[in-house]
């Protein structure tokens, strides 16, 4: 069974900075993408981050590029979201997600089939 588990949310002042992790079991996690989603109220869910299985390859959200960094360490099976320049609009549930397939590496928020229970970001102004 495949779990995932997402720490580091909290509440923050606009500018300041949160480091996600997501912890994955029961699947290979080095053969794996992930990918880093977020829903704010109101609103859909929406693609912010993903990272290749090898974690040579990365893609951003037009909306975050420049101010978050996404990172994976194999040993723990961990994916990281770094987020620097944190803007109030970055409110958000922020979700860890893994594709279906482990050939999968993309923004398409209908192939991840795996997800964490999610952790809240806040940012005030």
């Known amino acids: 069974q495949v779990q995932l588990a997402e720490s580091g949310g909290g509440l923050v002042q606009a500018g300041g900075s949160l480091r996600l992790s997501c912890t994955a079991s029961?699947?290979?996690?080095?053969?794996?993408?992930m990918g880093w989603f977020r829903q704010a109220p109101g609103k859909e869910r929406e693609f912010v981050a993903a990272?290749?299985?090898?974690?040579?390859?990365?893609n951003y959200a037009d909306s975050v590029k420049g101010r978050f960094s996404i990172s994976r360490e194999k040993t723990k099976n961990t994916v990281y979201l770094q987020m620097n320049s944190l803007k109030p609009e970055d409110t958000a549930v922020y979700y860890c997600?893994?594709?279906?397939?482990?050939?999968?590496?993309?923004?398409?928020?209908?192939?991840?089939?795996?997800w964490g229970q999610g952790t809240q970001v806040t940012v005030s102004s």
């Open positions: 029961g699947l290979t996690f080095s053969t794996y993408a």
């Open positions: 990272i290749s299985s090898s974690g040579r390859d990365t």
């Open positions: 997600a893994a594709p279906r397939s482990s050939v999968y590496f993309g923004i398409r928020i209908s192939n991840y089939h795996y």
